[in-house]
Structure formats: C-alpha cells, structure tokens
C-alpha cells in the first residue's frame, strides 16, 4: 500500500516539473521530495524518473504512474467526503431542486428535521449528488431511473405574468410569449429552467435580472415592470395584490414543466411522508 503523501509528491512533481518548484508546492525541502521520489520506485519496483547530472524527469512510465496516482487521490477524496456526507445526514434530511418553486412548497411545511438548500443545482449533477449522499431529495423537471435512483411525480407548475392593469395585454384571459414580445421584466436571476424558457420563448425582450430578492420586491413594488409567477409562488409572495398589476396566465405548453422528486431507491421509505405533504400542496395550487 503507497502512502497518500508520495502520490502526491508524485503529482507535484509531474504538474510543477522541477524538484525545487514541486518541493515549494508542497512546503516541503529538496532532499525530503527526494527521498519520497525514491521511495516510491522501490515500492512500485519500476523506474519512474530519469535522473541526468543537472536534471530529473519522469519516464513514459513515470507519467503514467502521474495520471494514475492523481486519479487515486481523487477517489480516496471522493470516498471520504462520501462518508462524511452519509455520516452528517444520517438524522436529515437534505433537500434541493433544479426550480424555486419546489423549494417554496418543502419550506412551507416547516419540516424540523430538513436542511433546505435554496441554492438551485444543476439537473446533470442530481445523480451524482445523490450518490454521494450530498442531498437526500432533489426536485426536478427531469425523471431519473437509474440502478440507484428513481423518481416520483408531484405535479405541474404553470407560469404567468403578473402586468400592470393599464397595459393592453392585462384585460386578456391569458397570453402567449409571443405577445409578451419586447417587453422588459424584473426577474429573479436563480430560476432555474425557468430562465431557459423565457429568453427562448419571448421574443426580443429584455430581462432585468436581480440577484437580491429583497431588492427585487422592492423594484416591484416601486415600478410598473410586468414580472413572472407560477401557481407555487402564490405560496410564498402575499404582496401582489397591492401592486397594481393583473394576474395573466401564459397559454404555451412551454410555459407548464411538470415537477418530480428525485432520491435513491432505498430512501424511499423514509421521504414518503415529505412526498404525500409535497404531493397534497400541488393538488391545492394547481395551475389556471
């Protein structure tokens, strides 16, 4: 078994190219770099280093040796952040999602034994971070079935566009994108898909991101920019009503992404509760 340190060294050498620029990497002295160097030959009883008067550099099998011990440290890290994820979750529940709106819905049943991450991921990372234990819970557009993770349907969440009550369009029923061309919104930066929906689908209009929510509503409050809902958010925001705008749906299927929950199959026992609270608040809210 090769020590974790003369890996490294191993890798410090092959990244930096030199004994003195690896061995100031490390913090450690020549001789000391040296002597691990050595070290690891006689464990692996190969020749890794190609060692000249002024000069040492590694050998074909030397580089090898390189790429493979940088993939071991990586895996080693891997397995302990692993265990550690497990080890902090063991009593938790952590949850996060790909939208908003499912993080609006789990926060309001004020579940004591969940950590809520209103941070969005990203969908190519669920798996992943569901392997690694990181999360027990990710709301997703997406369904996943793997040989570890599956999904559950919870619902739809619609969008709508909240304009204000003397513009044209605020006497309709409903919209389309399309008639939503060229105007400028206030929208929150953090949406997820929402934000790949609404630069596709509407054309020519300007998107006035906010990164501070709480700059946000007071944008909103003060200005008379159209701004986005869904049939989730209702849940959270209760200011609307005084903001002299209307409520108007939008009509386009793009404007609908059905919602799942996404775990490992073996946690499924232990999230149904969080799944039928989840499930019965979509039924409450369902879209216009």
Request: hydrophobic residues 40%; neutral net charge; charged residues 25%.
């Amino acid at each position: 078994m090769i020590d974790n340190y003369l890996l490294e060294e191993l890798v410090a050498f092959s990244e930096h190219k030199t004994l003195a620029a690896a061995a100031e990497y490390l913090n450690v002295t020549q001789p000391t770099l040296t002597r691990g160097m050595q070290k690891i030959e006689n464990e692996l009883q190969v020749t890794l280093f190609n060692r000249q008067k002024n000069r040492i550099i590694l050998t074909d099998v030397g580089k090898v040796a390189a790429i493979e011990a940088k993939k071991v440290l990586a895996s080693n890290q891997n397995f302990i952040q692993t265990v550690r994820n497990y080890a902090e979750n063991t009593n938790t529940i952590n949850i996060s999602s790909t939208i908003p709106g499912p993080i609006i819905v789990v926060n309001s049943l004020k579940l004591t034994n969940a950590n809520i991450d209103s941070s969005l991921i990203k969908p190519d990372n669920i798996e992943q971070l569901l392997n690694s234990y990181k999360f027990d819970l990710i709301f997703s557009t997406n369904e996943i079935f793997s040989d570890s993770v599956e999904s559950r349907y919870l619902g739809r969440e619609k969008l709508a566009v909240r304009i204000d009550k003397f513009h044209p369009l605020a006497s309709q029923k409903t919209v389309t994108f399309k008639e939503l061309r060229g105007l400028s919104f206030l929208v929150a930066n953090d949406i997820g898909t929402w934000k790949d929906i609404i630069q596709d689908y509407i054309p020519k209009a300007k998107f006035l991101y906010q990164e501070n929510l709480a700059a946000l509503s007071e944008l909103t409050q003060y200005s008379s920019f159209p701004v986005f809902r869904t049939n989730l958010s209702s849940i959270r925001i209760n200011d609307d009503k005084n903001d002299g705008r209307r409520l108007i749906p939008i009509s386009d299927e793009e404007a609908t992404v059905e919602v799942y929950a996404c775990y490992l199959k073996n946690n499924r026992h232990d999230l149904q509760v969080i799944f039928d609270k989840v499930s019965e608040i979509f039924s409450k809210n369902l879209p216009n």
